[in-house]
């Protein structure tokens, strides 16, 4: 059925209790009795009018809002009330023709007492029809204008009832005060009203008059109260019929305000949702021009690294330049000083810049990565603060108050995130996997050395791999005839040695910064997760329904 499917749809998008409720009970009270609700302002004469339409002071009449409770009557061979749910009161009646009617008398529209407002606003939409109760010294007032529009957005049938006519004693003055309902009506409801202009009070005088065996003065009280014709309309006029016909578009009625109601909370919705899909892709947009930037920075990084390697091949190039000359020959059987003034003139301060360089550039990847992080979470924190105020229609659904909870959480883990950071840990940390990523192949020991220190290691086995190529001894005994070939083999195992090592750095240096930039993407995908499957559990949720 058409309400199930509404019902079942709705609960999907999470719609309010109360509107779930409001479809079970259309649902249900198809096979219920017609259901009259009587509305108005609580001093409009609500319970005088139900009494004399029932012929008896049934009910409690007053100037103050006396009804608490939706006063429900229902034929019952003997008069008894008992209490029902949701503050309702149900009233058994010896009166016929209630028999296919139920009588529903709500606390006023403009009740002091809130609750007795919200009693009567909630079980409108439970109606068939509507007998809108308004005095005639006070016609459409400001909070029965207000009512009457929330009974039209349930597209409700009303027909109003002018009581206390009998206050006003000039004929055009009545006639105004019937054309000021009847405009205001069309106004509200797209037509002509219904209008039943009747003093309750001569009416039930009459009827009592009646009771007393006093037909003459029943029969003037009768006439002055305008009564009958709407007596005739709730008894006669309301047919079989017209009352299945007012029934079915009662469930109607209730769920086209809900269809709508919800339409515009779909589109509302998409709408933030788009938003939301555009915060992340921005997210992603960010973080690909960072990962752009980062490794066009990286190689200026990078490049002083090398440099510093470079500049140390020139350095040997010079040195073996001035040391393999004939004029040095004899120092050439001098290995020891040969490998001091190497170690001093040409490795110099090599491993100590190096290791200068990769801390440097240690520091810059986790500063960056750090700046980054903070910029995405400071974004959405300023995305969720951009929303906080923002009402989905007039829902008060989870929906919000999830995808709020879900940014806040964001940013106060990304803040919790940035108050452990520890920059040192880091960077020691991130210097570690360099030294083991750069010496796992090498033939060197490096134990808990530093990098610098294991630099030392492996410069210094550079020399060693020279004076193998270098064979002092014999190239101060064949002096002319080798020394220029020497010259230039050593010159190129030197380049041959450096470049090994400029290889080994940089491929070390290179991985570990991909490593950690992927890291990093990793660790903002995951901060961001539940934000993620949130946006896009919900855009499928209401494709479904769209």
Do not use: C
Not at 21 to 45: P, S
Not at 199 to 214: V, Y
Not at 480 to 495: D, F, G, M, S, T
């Amino acid at each position: 059925m058409l309400l199930e499917e509404l019902r079942v749809q709705l609960a999907r998008l999470g719609a309010v209790d109360d509107d779930l409720a409001l479809l079970r009970q259309a649902h249900q009270q198809m096979d219920d009795l017609f259901l009259l609700v009587i509305a108005g302002e609580f001093n409009a004469g609500k319970s005088a009018f139900l009494n004399a339409l029932l012929g008896d002071k049934l009910l409690t009449e007053g100037v103050t809002p006396t009804t608490s409770h939706i006063h429900i009557l229902r034929y019952g061979e003997t008069l008894q009330q008992e209490s029902g749910p949701d503050d309702t009161l149900l009233i058994q009646l010896p009166v016929a023709w209630l028999q296919n009617v139920s009588l529903v008398d709500t606390p006023g529209v403009n009740a002091v007492i809130q609750r007795h407002q919200e009693i009567t606003e909630d079980f409108v939409p439970r109606s068939d029809l509507v007998l809108f109760v308004t005095s005639a010294d006070r016609p459409f007032s400001e909070s029965e204008r207000v009512f009457l529009e929330n009974i039209r957005r349930w597209s409700k049938k009303v027909v109003f009832v002018v009581n206390k006519i009998d206050l006003i004693e000039n004929a055009a003055d009545r006639t105004k005060i019937l054309d000021f309902v009847r405009e205001h009506g069309r106004h509200l409801f797209g037509a002509d009203p219904q209008i039943f202009d009747v003093s309750a009070r001569l009416a039930m005088q009459a009827k009592q008059a009646l009771d007393r065996g006093e037909p003459e003065a029943h029969k003037v009280l009768w006439q002055a109260s305008n009564f009958a014709p709407l007596e005739q309309y709730i008894r006669v006029t309301l047919n079989a019929d017209e009352k299945l016909r007012l029934k079915l578009e009662n469930p109607l009625g209730i769920a086209a305000r809900l269809i709508d109601k919800y339409t515009t909370l779909i589109g509302e919705r998409q709408h933030l949702l788009r938003d939301d899909f555009e915060t992340l892709d921005t997210i992603e947009d960010q973080f690909a021009a960072y990962e752009r930037d980062m490794r066009r920075d990286f190689a200026y990084q990078n490049n002083r690294i090398e440099n510093v390697l470079y500049e140390m091949v020139e350095r040997g190039d010079k040195y073996f330049d001035e040391v393999l000359r004939l004029t040095r020959i004899l120092e050439l059987v001098n290995s020891e000083k040969l490998r001091g003034d190497f170690e001093r003139e040409v490795v110099g301060d090599t491993s100590r810049q190096i290791e200068r360089h990769v801390n440097d550039l240690i520091d810059w990847m986790i500063d960056k990565d750090y700046k980054q992080w903070r910029a995405v979470m400071d974004y959405i924190r300023r995305r969720a603060n951009q929303h906080a105020d923002r009402i989905i229609g007039t829902v008060d659904s989870d929906f919000e108050l999830n995808r709020q909870n879900l940014l806040t959480s964001i940013g106060r883990n990304a803040q919790r995130v940035a108050d452990s950071f520890d920059r040192e840990t880091e960077s020691l940390k991130m210097a570690q996997e360099v030294q083991r990523a750069v010496f796992q192949t090498a033939a060197v020991e490096v134990g808990a050395l530093g990098l610098g220190t294991a630099l030392v290691l492996i410069l210094q086995g550079v020399w060693l791999d020279l004076t193998g190529i270098l064979g002092a001894s014999a190239v101060a005994a064949l002096g002319l005839y080798v020394l220029p070939y020497k010259r230039n083999q050593v010159k190129a195992e030197l380049r041959k040695q450096v470049a090994e090592l400029r290889t080994q750095l940089n491929t070390a240096i290179t991985g570990q910064f991909e490593r950690e930039l992927a890291a990093s993407h990793t660790r903002l995908q995951e901060a961001i997760a539940p934000y993620t499957r949130f946006v896009r559990t919900e855009r499928e949720k209401l494709e479904k329904l769209d």
